[in-house]
């Protein structure tokens, strides 16, 4: 696998002529990369120390859209700028790209060069920096589920998002010989991202028609963040290069599946799995118990960044391996919390909640967060359920943007953890989505009342 860059071996590239674009990239509060495109000599004679940006970037919609109502920004404000400082470490080739490189940035206040605070990759971090003042290390890992389409971005949006047809016409979950008719898009994303310093373990077929899963080796938390970012972003740029479709939609349509993002986590100490005791009868330490209580504890207060659209909750159905219920099992794909590697060292806690939609930096710092909180507050954790978890009536996932938005808004642990200005601004952010789908009259209900209304 291919290593980040350093700058003095990106500067040699460019003199040999072997670079000559350098990707400079924020991820925005959507999770998505924005920024700019630098020739890559001007990057390296000044450039890299910083650029800027309008400071709309973190506080726009889906649509790019400018909705009032942050404190952050606004028009009254007159959408000043912010600082985007490149973070030198996360330098890596864009073998996708011809003569390309990709850099992360932090994204700071023009005045003070602070860190904005409400920024996903400042969100992350304090929680990261939280542990580390405890001598411990979050080590995370992503599974991406998205669904392939025949036809391109662009056909599909010029035909209305109508008649969608997914690369395959069944169920691929595991099947050897459906994924060998779509290693066109899928062996350059692996191969592609493996050359880019993304540790890609395997892809394979998922539980629906045309539906993919790509994982990615277990990594400390802001390592983690950054691969899924860049590999959700190459996954869609390699389908377009060969003619398809990627979606990370979470429900894009009634019948399919759902596509989710299974968040897998531990914390290490001196190298080793703090969550691991050989005393216990699952493997579980007395750390990983309240940290695991702290989760489900707060999984209501941080379900936005699980779910963060109106789309992201027709997810939750029974029987569709997407759970129903905050509640913890061993082993058990209906719970919300599923123990993994339970009596060995490798066991770790996965949050089924999370939908393909996630921003991650978001979603594992409010996981992150809750589990702070559990330890600090000396939570208990209470037996693990057994069998089928869609039966009960108890603990469930918010059902909606609405309750999710209102349980963020009342989270003293969030506001403590993130900063209630971070809260509330995102709070805003789910308020926009909640209002923009408001004033939409869908095509549901015109078929569904044209006539018979």
Known sequence: MAQNLSFEALKQQVSDGAVDTVLVCLVDMQGRLMGKRFHAGHFVAGAYEETHCCNYLLATDLEMGTPDGYASTSWEGGYGDYVMKPDLATLRPVPWL??????????????THAEVPHSPRAILKRQVERLEQKGLTPMMATELEFFLFEKSFDEIRKSGFRDLAPISGYNEDYHILQTTKEEHVMRPIRNHLWNAGVPVENSKGEAETGQEELNIKYAPAMDTAEYHSIAKHAVKEIAWQQGHAASFLPKWHHE??????????????????????????????????????????????????????INSYKRFMKGSFAPTRIIWSVDNRTAGFRLCGEGSKAVRMECRIGGSDINPYLAMAGMLAAGIAGIEEGLELEPPTVGDAYQGESGMIPVNLREAREALLASDMLKAAFGEDVVTHYARAAEVEIEEFDRVVTDWEIARGFERA
Request: negative net charge.
């Open 98 to 111: 011809e003569g390309t490189v990709m850099v992360l940035c932090d994204v700071l206040d023009h005045h």
């Open 256 to 309: 399919k599946v759902g596509s989710s993002s299974h968040v897998h986590q531990s914390l290490w100490k001196d190298g080793q799995n703090a969550f691991y005791d050989a005393n216990d009868a699952l493997g579980m330490s007395a750390l990983m118990k309240s940290y695991v209580a702290g989760m489900l504890k707060y999984a209501s207060d941080y379900t936005y960044f699980l779910a963060p659209y």
